[in-house]
């Protein structure tokens, strides 16, 4: 009888974490990240941008829309969801410093 992070250990974002690592993506980033409409299209396979990947797979969702530039504002849609993303990603990261 309490709250857990279900909805994120249903599946495990490895094939993002895989496409992170190929573009060494900063993830400081993904807390605020402003895009434009087309490159809500841009999620086919070579492309080095994970962003277009990431949103389609639910993990990013608008926050905010720019009409007069015509630019989306793009965040975590939760902090179930954003914990969970950035947490697995955490033992690659500090694998890299260490």
């Given at each position: 009888m309490e709250f857990r992070s279900y909805w994120f250990?249903?599946?495990t974002?490895?094939?993002?974490?895989?496409?992170?690592?190929?573009?060494?993506y900063d993830l400081r980033r993904l807390e605020s990240?402003?895009?434009d409409e087309s490159q809500f299209t841009s999620y086919r396979a070579g492309n080095s941008d994970p962003i277009p990947v990431i949103y389609q797979s639910g993990?990013?969702?608008i926050k905010d829309y720019d009409e007069r530039f015509r630019i989306y504002?793009?965040?975590f849609?939760?902090?179930e969801v954003k914990y969970g993303f950035l947490n697995s990603l955490i033992p690659y990261y500090?694998?890299?410093?260490?």
């Open positions: 250990a249903t599946g974002p490895t094939f993002l974490i895989e496409l992170l690592k190929k573009s060494d990240i402003e895009i993990y990013l969702t504002k793009l965040g849609p939760n902090d500090t694998s890299l410093s260490g």
